[in-house]
């Protein structure tokens, strides 16, 4: 059996392990095993998306924790590298974007074992972003890149990357959101909440919550629209911190139309998603749920590493200021049109597993070409 770690440490990375995982164990061939960083550790970030997505328990976990960029990628590293001592894996397959992915890509390539990036080729052309770094990095230092579109294997190719290293497989999220689906559709989170109309909004974004006066612009967007429609606010540890920090936090959890509650997990969440009027987030996942669920979506920022969500889909880039105004507009009632992009089509998983057992059968050449100069 070829043992391979499936590596994830943050909450996005969840939903786009678990197909893979699942579709890997149901080969004759492959030995999947679940490496957790431990960068989300909260239950509500981490564990809550185990259950939802039937994930086994973690085969290792490094239980890195939060600290600064340096410290935490470094943690990751270091951790990663011991367990590759102790139990090497065939293969490494990262996820995403966030500093785990980055950390054990770095730990494979040069422990010579061959890594592959899931999501990868994303560019939003903004180095400002902790994630674009990692993205860029990320997909330099690994042997195969499987990214979700075509604007995606645009971005590799005018990086240099050879064409052998990249396979189009698709959106790996939308395997985990179509397989979901019956469940999703039976949650009831809005009524939960005695909601049937309303906006979701979700923030956490370093540009946006770290600076206190965006932070307050967005808190003040928040209670205009929630002046029409009612928003509710599932909060991230980070922004629960700076609204804290920022004494935003107390008259916001009084404020009645916004309704601040606890992140939710995959299933509960995405029933809120898809119920909602409109979604004001800063997020990257959701732009393409939304986008898949045909939910006007308005993005907090000012680029998009997924321009196909724009221009497929039903995602708006806005600024701060523009939240209420804009989010009127969006949730008027003809405003879903779920989107139709060429392999969103909960069939991923299996293209990467075909694409991945057939690259490690001829891996040993692969990695002569790859890294000739250690060859
Ligand atoms: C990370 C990812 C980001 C992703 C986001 C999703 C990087 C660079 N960023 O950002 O791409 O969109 O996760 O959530 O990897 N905290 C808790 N409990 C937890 C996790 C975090 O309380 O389980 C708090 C800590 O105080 C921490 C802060 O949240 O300092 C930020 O967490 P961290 O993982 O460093 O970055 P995120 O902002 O979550």
Not at 21 to 38: I, S
Not at 207 to 228: F, K, M, Q, S, Y
Not at 249 to 277: H, M, Q
Request: proline share 7%.
């Amino acid at each position: 059996m070829t043992r391979i770690h499936l590596i994830a440490g943050a909450r996005p990375n969840f939903m786009k392990v678990a197909p893979l995982y699942h579709a890997l164990t149901a080969t004759p061939w492959a030995e999947p095993v679940l490496v957790h960083t431990g960068q989300h550790y909260d239950a509500a970030m981490s564990d809550a998306f185990f259950a939802d997505l039937a994930l086994p328990a973690p085969d290792h976990h490094l239980g890195v924790g939060s600290a600064g960029h340096a410290e935490q990628t470094a943690r990751v590293m270091s951790g990663y590298d011991a367990l590759c001592d102790r139990a090497p894996p065939d293969a490494t397959v990262v996820v995403g974007d966030v500093n785990s992915t980055l950390a054990c890509a770095l730990v494979a390539a040069k422990r010579r074992i061959p890594v592959a990036h899931l999501e990868a080729g994303l560019r939003a052309g903004d180095r400002g972003m902790p994630e674009e770094i990692n993205r860029i990095l990320t997909d330099h230092a690994c042997d195969l890149l499987w990214p979700p579109s075509d604007d995606a294997v645009a971005n590799l190719r005018a990086e240099g990357i050879p064409e052998h290293r990249i396979a189009l497989v698709g959106n790996i999220m939308i395997d985990s959101l179509v397989a979901l689906w019956p469940r999703i559709a039976a949650e009831g989170t809005a009524a939960a909440l005695g909601l049937s109309r309303y906006v979701v909004a979700t923030f956490h974004r370093p540009a946006n919550v770290d600076d206190p006066a965006c932070l307050r612009t967005i808190v003040g967007e928040l209670r205009r629209v929630a002046l029409e429609d009612p928003v509710v606010l599932p909060l991230h540890p980070r922004t629960a911190a700076r609204l804290e920090a920022a004494e935003l936090l107390e008259s916001l959890r009084a404020d009645c139309g916004v309704r601040v509650i606890e992140p939710l997990g995959y299933i509960a969440f995405l029933n809120l998603v898809s119920g909602a009027a409109a979604v004001v987030t800063d997020s990257g996942g959701i732009q393409e749920e939304t986008s898949y669920l045909g939910i006007p979506c308005l993005t907090v920022r000012p680029n998009t590493e997924r321009p196909v969500t724009v221009t497929h889909g039903t995602n708006r880039l806005i600024a701060p200021a523009e939240i209420a105004e804009r989010a009127r507009a969006a949730a008027a009632p003809d405003c879903r049109r779920p989107a139709q992009i060429p392999l969103w089509d909960g069939r991923t998983a299996g293209r990467v597993e075909a694409s991945l057992r057939a690259f490690l059968a001829t891996a040993g050449d692969t990695a002569q070409t790859v890294h000739p100069a250690n060859g």
